[in-house]
């Protein structure tokens, strides 16, 4: 079940991360949309109702919460910049899912994605190295900096796709 959960492996921190490092995480959080449109291309709607696995959430559930969670992101790293080491909201990310918004076309959340990742990518690029030290603080994870914050992001990102990659190739679809 946890190869199902994690496909790509649970998130592993790289300390002291290096530019390089930082600019390929970067790049991920970029094109992420494009590998998600493409992970979906061609899935009916009873495929986009279908859990990625036994008691998991729908592809369409996924797609809706990688929107939520990546608009979140932008707005912690935007207040971990201008703020003193803020304490940020979480969310019942269960509970979203079952809201009815959630049962929009996945397509409205791939497009926000779309959007999400143009500011967030300009955004990052633009931090001097001194900013990937600044933090949050989050009452899932604690205290974390930027520089931690984006390969957690970049993770997510990867981890959702991948889970739907993987219901994909179970299935045969």
């Known amino acids: 079940m946890d190869y199902l959960r994690y496909p790509i492996g649970p998130f592993e921190q790289v300390h002291h991360s290096t530019f ?3 600019e390929q995480w970067t790049k991920e959080i970029s094109e992420a949309a494009a590998l998600l ?7 009916t709607t009873e495929q986009c109702l279908t ?5 998991g959430w729908t592809v369409r559930q996924v797609i809706h919460h990688m929107a939520d969670n990546d608009m979140n992101a932008f707005l912690r790293f935007k207040r971990a910049l201008t703020e003193d080491s803020p304490t940020v909201p979480s969310y019942r990310e269960d509970l979203w899912a079952e809201l009815s918004d959630y049962e929009t076309p996945i397509e409205t ?9 143009s ?6 690029r633009s931090l001097h190295p001194s900013d990937l030290e600044r933090t949050f603080t ?3 994870h604690g ?7 984006i390969q957690r992001y970049a993770w997510h990102n990867r981890h959702h796709t ?6 994909k190739a179970r299935n045969g679809w």
Request: glycine share 2%; net charge positive; hydrophobic share 50%.
């Open 162 to 167: 991948a889970q739907i990659a993987s219901l």
């Open 20 to 22: 390089v490092q930082r």
């Open 109 to 117: 959340s791939i497009n926000l994605l779309e959007a999400i990742h």
């Open 119 to 124: 500011r967030f990518v300009m955004l990052l």
């Open 51 to 55: 859990p990625y696995r036994p008691g």
């Open 143 to 149: 205290l974390m900096n930027l520089d931690t914050a």
């Open 37 to 43: 449109r493409l992970a979906v291309h061609n899935l």
């Open 138 to 140: 989050s009452p899932a």
